[in-house]
Nanobody, 124 residues
Framework: QVQLVESGGGLVQAGGSLRLSCAASGRTFSSCAMGWFRQAPGKERAFVAGISASGGSTLYANSVKGRFSISRDNAKNTVYLQMNSLKPEDTAVYYC?????????????????WGQGTQVTVSS
């Protein structure tokens, strides 16, 4: 069992930066691939970024490539999402997810555990 708690969301102007954190409980964190997803009002939950259990491999949605960076600290049971050059279209609730496997995937149904989400709002 893995419990996830996101933090770091907020209101930021376009072009600004935010760093989201996701703290995980449970002894299996270091064996889980992790992902960040987002959901805007009226839209489906969409993949943003993923990282393998070791942290050695990452995957990004085309819409955030070059602007967002995912990382993890297995000693702290935490995964991060650094978001730079934010745009109004990045506004959404951001969710952290854990997958009971070492490799990250981009489909929400491939992830077993979810956090409660944190709101990110980017003003123009």
């Amino acid at each position: 069992q893995v419990q996830l708690v996101e933090s770091g969301g907020g209101l930021v102007q376009a072009g600004g930066s935010l760093r989201l954190s996701c703290a995980a409980s449970g002894r299996t964190f270091s064996s889980c691939a992790m992902g960040w997803f987002r959901q805007a009002p009226g839209k489906e939950r969409a993949f943003v970024a993923g990282i393998s259990a070791s942290g050695g491999s990452t995957l990004y949605a085309n819409s955030v490539k070059g602007r967002f960076s995912i990382s993890r600290d297995n000693a702290k049971n935490t995964v991060y999402l650094q978001m730079n050059s934010l745009k109004p279209e990045d506004t959404a609730v951001y969710y952290c997810a854990a997958r009971s496997a070492s490799w990250m995937l981009s489909r929400p149904d491939e992830y077993n555990y979810w956090g409660q989400g944190t709101q990110v709002t980017v003003s123009s």
